[in-house]
């Protein structure tokens, strides 16, 4: 059997996908909805890695990485997020996370970011961790997060324009031109 994986996720479609494709590839997969039920499954289960959201229910889950840290020493944390940010990215691999990821994230790219030959870092020695080498451009951050408010609106262009306080032809242009993918 392949690594135990706590998968910390409030949405619970997204969990819901991820958890079945992670057990697809073999893995003993646990999920937490709440900071709460993420301590509960570290302690009760002891898994190898854990999948952290860094947005639960409102809630930051940066502060639950030292928790996590401290209840799970020689686990791997890598923390998922819908709005990545170079400065959040920093703060997680200072903290213990031996990955930083956007969300929306396939299996196999958020595999091998627990694959990686890392070491874990401990808060100790946590000030030479450095952020990932390739950073998402600024293009990419505002495809993903219309990606995303889209998702939210069942695909409505018409709704998803007001959220973004935007045209909706305007949106509509900016969905033909896809960025690269870093």
Do not use: C
Not at 21 to 49: I, M, N, S, Y
Not at 63 to 77: H, Q, S
Not at 151 to 171: D, K
Request: proline share 6%.
């Amino acid at each position: 059997m392949n690594e135990a994986i706590l998968l910390i996720e409030d949405d619970a479609t997204f969990s819901t996908t991820l958890a079945r494709a992670l057990k697809r590839r073999g893995h003993e997969v646990f999920v937490a909805a709440t900071p709460e039920a993420a301590l509960e499954g570290a302690q009760a289960a002891a898994p190898d890695w854990v999948v952290l959201d860094l947005n639960l229910a409102g809630a930051s889950g940066m502060g639950l990485i030292p928790r996590l840290r401290d209840a799970l020493p020689d686990a791997r944390i890598v923390v998922l997020t819908g709005y990545a940010s170079i400065s959040t990215a920093v703060d997680a691999i200072k903290l213990g996370a031996v990955q930083y990821l956007a969300k929306p994230v396939d299996v196999d790219t958020l595999l091998r970011a627990f694959s990686h030959d890392l070491e874990v870092p401990s808060p100790a020695g946590a000030a030479s961790a450095a952020p990932p080498a390739v950073p998402m451009s600024v293009d990419r951050m505002e495809w993903e997060h219309i990606q995303r408010v889209l998702r939210e609106h069942q695909g409505n262009i018409s709704a998803t324009a007001r959220a973004l306080n935007m045209h909706r032809r305007t949106l509509q242009r900016k969905l033909l031109k896809r960025p690269a993918k870093q």
